[in-house]
T-cell receptor, first 116, second 112 residues
């Protein structure tokens, strides 16, 4: 049973560029959440997708956008990159279909973005 | 004020020690509570849920005090393998669904 997979694992960009990160949820999961984790901090909620729609959003600017596909996979796009966007970007999947959410998120290993 | 607050540590303890982590949350609408563990340069993983009645899983005990908006995690007989960052997590049910909010994490180092 494949867990949550993310790509790429590492990438380096320069200020002003754009980046797309990809996530495939755990088999049987229909909800994808994205988190940003800066060094020494806990994961910060960016947004959550369910049924191909953004259901919730954290305190992130519009430069951060996303998409969910019919197969439940998801992309995170960040435009006009800033130095402060350097972080580990974590994708987490869960299942609403399974009933009342338990709060357990299954995380991928993350995409480590460095902005120079 | 942060939604979830934790002492970042690090807590350096000898093997076999008992260590306790505390966490407070600000949103009284918070519905469920968890502790996640994150190893260095790895993804977070669920350690245990936290219930008002308190719950235990082997050497780990979690407690919730809703009146004080306070959560704790107790680790007994610490092992070297317990060294990690422990993240306090609060789940708030909104119209859009569940939203998990993480604390900054408390770093534990268990030493020989």
């Amino acid at each position: 049973d494949a867990g949550v997979t993310q790509s790429p694992t590492h990438l380096i960009k320069t200020r002003g560029q754009q980046v797309t990160l990809r996530c495939s949820p755990k088999s049987g999961h229909d909800t994808v959440s994205w988190y940003q984790q800066a060094l020494g901090q806990g994961p910060q909620f960016i947004f959550q997708y369910y049924e191909e729609e953004e259901r919730q959003r954290g305190n992130f600017p519009d430069r951060f956008s996303g998409h969910q596909f019919p197969n439940y996979s998801s992309e995170l796009n960040v435009n006009a990159l800033l130095l402060g966007d350097s972080a580990l970007y974590l994708c987490a999947s869960s299942s609403i279909l399974a009933g009342a959410p338990t709060g357990e998120l299954f995380f991928g290993e993350g995409s480590r973005l460095t902005v120079l | 004020r942060k939604e979830v607050e934790q002492d970042p540590g690090p807590f350096n303890v000898p093997e076999g020690a008992t260590v306790a982590f505390n966490c407070t949350y600000s949103n009284s609408a918070s519905q469920s509570f968890f502790w996640y563990r994150q190893d260095c340069r790895k993804e977070p993983k669920l350690l245990m849920s936290v219930y008002s009645s308190g719950n235990e899983d082997g050497r780990f005990t979690a407690q919730l005090n809703r009146a004080s908006q306070y959560i704790s995690l107790l680790i007994r007989d610490s092992k070297l393998s317990d060294s990690a960052t422990y993240l306090c997590v609060v789940n708030i049910l909104t119209g859009g669904g569940n939203k998990l909010t993480f604390g900054t994490g408390t770093q534990l180092k268990v030493e020989l």
